[in-house]
């Protein structure tokens, strides 16, 4: 299907497989004024920060900056770009750092912390890190769940 | 109920202006957003969404793929939940309102920050639970409630408290989807280095 920008090769992580300590497959954004931009008003998010250079230096940010309901949508694809189409992402909690900014790779990494079984679901809790050249942008811990 | 607002005296009395914040801990607060959502879940506002992500999951857009996973069809992207109920915009004036898309009540605890002083903010946590995925033709409103104000703190922007409120979001059929717990400091760009 030509429209279709979906990946239908998308595999889930066996939860079986998954120990702690085991790494999250890391994710490079390369932050540009367009994907800020895109998100944030993708987000529904008309802050002018996200998409006006001129009012982001009046304010003294270096740029427009990434909008914190983006953060948090690039830690969902961070998440299920790793453990796949059956991971329900039930939990995101982040420290909000350093703007992330145009020009700078805003780069994901993380860890397993912890697996339980809970109502027959495998739940996977993880560490999260979002930094840039700047230091961290976000850094925290979410919870996935697959099924058993 | 929550204290008087009495803005003279809130500048000249930290007592009082601690008081009145604390007044409002527990009740339900409008940040400036309409509370129930201007459209349902729908997918051209998911394909937005993942096309600026460039968020490949198939989950959110096959249908015949979703079919198969254990979500039996199609699913928003979870951190949408949020997106869902931002309320329409007003461009007109976005940038003299500090960049909020409506009107911030004055008589809120953050308009009434504003009105003290304290007219810088910053974003430090953002807690979000989702309870099940949402799907096309979910209609949300939310309920926001002040959860704390901490004392007022000197932090290397000047003084200020630490404000978080929890979003309750909910379905056309009034059952929890999710909620977040948002942290901000509102502070007075005035006291920095005091």
Redesign the interface.
């Known amino acids: 299907m030509i429209n279709?920008?979906?990946?239908?090769s998308?595999q889930?992580l066996n939860p079986a497989g998954i120990a702690v300590g085991d790494t999250v497959t890391p994710m490079d954004i390369k932050l540009t004024h367009t994907?800020i931009t895109?998100?944030a008003?993708?987000?529904?998010?008309?802050?002018?920060?996200h998409h006006?250079k001129d009012?982001a230096l009046a304010q003294f940010a270096p740029d427009i900056f990434l909008n914190?309901?983006?953060?948090?949508?690039?830690?969902?694809?961070f998440l299920?770009?790793w453990a796949g189409?059956?991971a329900?992402?039930?939990?995101?909690?982040?420290?909000?750092g350093v703007p992330a900014v145009p020009h700078q790779v805003l780069k994901f990494t993380g860890e397993v912390l912890s697996k339980n079984t809970v109502d027959n679901e495998c739940h996977i809790e993880v560490s999260v890190q979002a930094a840039n050249d700047s230091g961290n942008h976000a850094i925290g811990t979410a919870l996935i769940t697959l099924?058993l | 109920m929550p204290n008087v607002i009495d803005i003279e005296l809130f500048k000249a009395d930290q007592q009082a202006l601690d008081d009145f914040l604390q007044s409002w801990i527990g009740h339900k607060m409008n940040m400036g957003g309409t509370q129930i959502a201007p459209d349902p879940v729908n997918m051209p506002m998911i394909r937005h969404w993942i096309d600026a992500f460039a968020d490949r999951n198939p989950v959110y857009e096959d249908a015949g793929f979703a079919e198969k996973t254990r979500f039996r069809g199609r699913i928003a992207p979870p951190a949408m939940m949020q997106a869902w109920i931002m309320p329409r915009p007003i461009l007109e004036g976005i940038g003299e309102r500090g960049g909020s898309g409506q009107p911030l009540n004055p008589d809120m605890p953050l308009g009434v920050l504003d009105r003290v002083g304290f007219t810088g903010i910053l974003a430090t946590n953002s807690e979000l639970e989702f309870d099940r995925p949402l799907r096309e033709g979910d209609l949300l409103h939310t309920d926001i409630f002040l959860e704390s104000v901490s004392p007022r703190k000197k932090t290397g922007l000047g003084q200020g408290y630490f404000v978080t409120w929890i979003t309750e979001f909910m379905d056309q059929d009034n059952q929890a989807v999710g909620r977040q717990s948002f942290r901000v400091l509102k502070f007075d760009p005035s006291t920095i280095g005091q």
């Open positions: 279709n920008f979906a990946d239908l998308r889930s994907i895109a998100t008003l993708a987000s529904m998010d008309f802050m002018p920060v006006d009012y914190i309901l983006s953060s948090n949508g690039f830690v969902s694809k299920t770009d189409p059956n329900w992402v039930k939990k995101i909690n982040i420290k909000l099924p």
